[in-house]
């Protein structure tokens, strides 16, 4: 006889009193993902590079118009908790601090990868060359260069 096995979803609720209680350590590389508590994988150079040069770029350039906000939770219903590697938020920052940031806040999220992973495989897929430009929809004056991007 075969064990079938259920799966429990953790609801952001949850997942904070994890770490209130200390069932989740400070410190440790997690995110809450549909419900799943999923390890954060380790970055490299070139990530940290790329999230450095899109910090120092969006900062100088959308001074007033946004909230830059690195690698900060950003809640996103009821079950996902991901810390993106950059957001973009609504301004101003005086209205962050008692909770944090949610999708409404949002005005553009980058994370840096390699891929656009899921259980099915790529969601979408989008190759662009050195010497391409990119803007966010949000942003479309803030055109920044792929090579710059990629370092």
């Known amino acids: 006889m075969a064990l079938e096995l259920t799966r429990r979803r953790f609801s952001v ?3 904070y009193r994890m770490a209130e209680t200390g069932i ?13 508590v999923v390890e954060m994988t380790p970055s490299g150079g ?3 590079r790329c999230v450095m040069y899109l910090n120092e770029v969006f900062v100088r ?3 007033g118009r946004a909230v830059v906000s690195p690698q900060i939770s950003l809640r996103l219903g009821r079950w996902s ?5 950059i957001a973009l938020l609504r301004p101003p920052l ?23 992973p899921s259980s099915e495989g790529y969601q979408q897929q989008r ?22 991007i990629l370092g």
């Open 81 to 85: 908790v991901p810390e993106p590697d």
């Open 127 to 148: 190759r662009y060359e050195r010497g391409a430009e990119v803007a966010p929809a949000a942003f479309p004056d803030v055109v920044l260069d792929v090579a710059d």
């Open 61 to 63: 350039r959308l001074e």
């Open 13 to 15: 609720d949850d997942y």
């Open 24 to 36: 989740l350590k400070p410190g440790e590389r997690v995110e809450l993902i549909d419900g799943d």
């Open 94 to 116: 005086a209205r962050y601090g008692k909770a944090i940031p949610s999708n409404a806040d949002a005005l553009l999220v980058v994370e840096v990868a390699d891929r656009e």
């Open 46 to 48: 070139p990530h940290a």
